[in-house]
């Protein structure tokens, strides 16, 4: 008792004082404005000159540092370091920018700190995360019996996904060995990473032949699966793209879920990059049989322009996500009675977890539907318009886009065209001012144009077109 001081408030301690509250408020609102007002003459690309190291001058300590030093450290060690994804010349990976309403709606979030793992926690915190993923459902095609979980992104989506089809299909450790996966080369890293996770990492993957779209071939597909069949194998799981992360490709995914279907495969759809451009009327054909797989990923901090750390898993039947994350204890039997709302923990990994809902539903709420699909067909027209005028331009492209990321390179008449477009990625980094990224198929070296950040217009792309014109220009290489 003689430890404990009743007269001394000690939550004050982590609690700022008005003073010191409007001095962080002014600080923070001028930082935000200024940062956004620098964003479309600032460079897409900073280097790793700093690399962080200025954090080094700030070791944590007893007593707290000035607040105009953290801000500068910030600054330096993050804010001026490395890639900018807000940047609307940002065209590398598959960003999404991140938009004010998403970070309001974290701040929002963050400040209220309330939980929305069980319904019992807080009921609106939970409702408001499932009206998000209904409304997800709804865009996909699924009916009242699907659900999903907000996750942090399209890995642990696409994880969750494949522990459902598992458990579902009920293969055991002695199975694994048996159990075959179908995909492409296409098909997104994480995916793999993911079946060693879940403790399949013995299992048989197949590599299924593709067009000349990088999309899978259905007829090979099928071929595959009647060896397999021969062989006494387990056909277990098919991996179908609906925009892929290397070249925007999207498989056949009608006829993958008819052949899902005839041989009780079940059907996941990574959709973690292109799944929202279904808001696209005119796009919603390229997605035809995405409604029948069993999961789908999304990541609406792809072309929903969310924040990192956004990523949903989709099942067509709520309860082959229920049957793989459903645990309960002792402390959580007040969840138990008299709820008429799905809690996210009883359909994710996670217990404990950030409230994601409330970044999407308060943008989706405070912008409404209609600017992101007015920006997602923009994003389509300017992909289209890049192919062309890159040609224009001296370079040579790859298959016309499917969604908004394009392929190309530039092929010097004389001396390795590898060689040539790695100088070339390399004075673009160098020049900063444009990010765009590469990948190698087949041995041939390809730069990424990925146009998704919400604020990349005509003018971006112009501007990126010229910059790599130019620089190709002054190589010494013809």
């Not at 996670?350 to 992101?372: A, K, N, V």
């Not at 492209?397 to 394009?406: E, K, N, T």
């Amino acid at each position: 008792m003689n430890s404990i001081h009743p007269s001394k408030d000690f939550s004050d301690l982590l609690s700022l004082q008005p003073g010191d509250r409007s001095q962080l408020i002014k600080k923070v609102t001028d930082y935000y404005l200024q940062f956004l007002d620098g964003l479309p003459e600032g460079k897409a690309y900073l280097g790793d000159e700093d690399a962080g190291k200025a954090l080094g001058s700030m070791p944590f300590q007893e007593n707290p540092y000035p607040i105009d030093q953290i801000f500068e450290v910030f600054h330096q060690s993050v804010t001026e370091n490395g890639i900018n994804p807000c940047s609307g010349k940002h065209f590398g990976y598959v960003p999404g920018g991140g938009i004010e309403t998403a970070a309001w709606g974290d701040f929002l979030g963050a400040l209220t700190n309330r939980y929305s793992g069980v319904n019992f926690a807080n009921p609106g915190a939970v409702r408001m995360e499932n009206q998000v993923i209904s409304w997800m459902c709804n865009l996909v095609g699924y009916d009242q019996r699907s659900h999903g979980s907000l996750l942090s992104g399209g890995s642990i989506a696409n994880l969750t996904g494949i522990i459902a089809a598992r458990d579902h299909k009920e293969l055991k450790a002695r199975d694994f060995e048996r159990a075959v996966i179908y995909l492409t080369d296409e098909t997104h890293h994480c995916v793999q990473k993911a079946l060693r996770l879940a403790g399949m990492g013995e299992s048989v993957i197949r590599y299924v032949q593709m067009d000349e779209n990088f999309s899978m071939r259905p007829e090979a597909l099928e071929a595959i699966i009647k060896e397999d069949l021969g062989l006494g194998l387990i056909p277990f799981l098919l991996i179908g793209s609906a925009g892929t992360t290397n070249t925007g490709a999207i498989d056949p995914l009608d006829r993958l879920a008819d052949i899902a279907s005839n041989h009780k495969i079940w059907f996941h759809v990574d959709a973690a990059y292109g799944g929202f451009f279904l808001l696209v009327e005119a796009l919603r054909s390229k997605f035809k049989g995405m409604e029948k797989a069993d999961s789908i990923v999304m990541d609406p901090h792809k072309s929903l322009f969310m924040p990192y750390g956004s990523g949903v898993i989709l099942v067509r039947n709520a309860e082959h996500l229920f049957k793989s994350n459903y645990y309960t204890a002792a402390y959580l039997q007040d969840d138990m009675e008299g709820q008429d709302e799905r809690s996210p923990a009883d359909y994710s990994p996670e217990l404990t977890r950030h409230f994601r809902g409330m970044r999407l539903w308060f943008s989706l709420s405070m912008l409404g539907i209609s600017p992101f699909r007015q920006i997602l067909a923009e994003k389509i027209d300017l992909s289209h318009y890049f192919y062309r005028e890159i040609q224009n331009a001296g370079f040579e492209v790859g298959p016309f886009p499917a969604l908004s990321i394009s392929l190309f390179r530039y092929v010097p008449k004389e001396g390795d065209a590898n060689e040539a477009n790695t100088k070339l990625l390399t004075m673009i980094h160098e020049d900063g001012q444009i990010f765009v990224s590469s990948t190698t198929i087949l041995g041939v070296l390809w730069i990424r144009m990925a146009i998704l950040v919400f604020r990349a217009h005509l003018k971006e792309v112009d501007f990126a077109i010229k910059t790599m014109e130019k620089l190709k220009n002054s190589m010494n290489i013809h």
